[in-house]
């Protein structure tokens, strides 16, 4: 079975993700693999402190594509040439890259979505309202100009979700139903499904088929069983793969992943098709 980790970033691409080891975050990142059900190393992660490692994590864990996701927000920036530099000339990776129109502007973010997906050959934009300053949420009026843009030019949209959102008011399913209203040609992803906000998360999916939910390194925790049970009916179509590496090891989260309950037919959506068919892949 060929399979596609919508959420998949080296060490190495920044502090954040354990990239410095002995340091505070390289520590979080292992309390983190620990709380999430990591078996054996909490420091298997360190492989990939090089992209030869990272290649080959993900190699090894038999991946047919890898989504490194780029991020943009007051916090912690992970520059959209940076990810091209990161996936350029591999084919098993696949760039995401990131905006932030309360940073750059409307127009500033509509000009580097275009550079992003134009010149650096990235295939969709990560935006994350909740982690803003302010923080927004993804029905507010700034980010409509880019959910028009991304419509029309048929760019995917990946939005973060889940318990890290700083405040958990902006990790509210329910304020993405008017922009999969007003925009219905645009393919929503939602990263971490708005975990533990299952039920609502579902619910909202349920009415729009425009968008689409990667529980990752969450499908593991209590209460996410839902996710399950709605991919083997209605949410087929609209639930992805994502391993969240670095904070969970791929070849683990795959496993855990096919012992769920998942129907056969729907393992293959889950971990490809769904995916294959929002990336255009052959």
Not at 62 to 78: D, E, F, I, M, S
Not at 179 to 198: C, D, E, M, S, T
Request: charged fraction near 20%; hydrophobic fraction near 40%; proline fraction near 8%.
């Amino acid at each position: 079975m060929r399979i596609i980790d919508l959420r998949c970033r080296p060490a190495f691409l920044h502090p954040f993700f354990g990239g410095v080891p002995g340091s505070p975050e390289h520590a979080t990142a292992r309390w983190l693999n620990r709380r999430v059900g990591t078996r054996g190393p909490d420091d298997h992660f360190e492989r990939s402190l090089t992209q030869e490692g990272f290649l080959g994590e993900v190699r090894e864990a038999g991946l047919h594509k890898a989504v490194v996701v780029g991020r943009h927000t007051p916090g912690q920036h992970l520059p959209n040439k940076r990810i091209h530099e990161i996936v350029h000339g591999h084919a098993e990776l696949i760039g995401v890259g990131a905006v932030d129109p309360t940073l750059q502007g409307v127009e500033g973010a509509l000009a580097e979505i275009d550079l992003a997906i134009d010149v650096l050959g990235l295939a969709g934009i990560d935006l994350e309202p909740g982690f803003a300053e302010p923080a927004r949420h993804p029905d507010d009026a700034l980010y409509w100009p880019l959910y028009e843009h991304l419509q029309q030019r048929g760019i995917p949209l990946f939005l973060m979700s889940g318990p890290t959102t700083p405040d958990p008011a902006h990790n509210d399913p329910g304020r993405l139903a008017a922009v999969a209203r007003a925009f219905p040609q645009l393919q929503i992803v939602v990263y971490h499904g708005y975990w533990p906000n299952v039920q609502q998360a579902i619910g909202v999916a349920f009415r729009y088929e425009n968008i689409h939910l990667v529980p990752d390194m969450y499908l593991f925790l209590p209460g996410s069983a839902a996710y399950v049970q709605a991919a083997n009916g209605f949410l087929a179509e609209q639930l992805l793969f994502g391993s969240s590496y670095t904070f969970r090891p791929i070849r683990q989260s795959i496993e855990d992943a096919q012992s769920l309950g998942f129907k056969d037919e729907v393992l293959e959506k889950f971990f490809h098709g769904n995916a294959a068919r929002l990336f255009k892949l052959a």
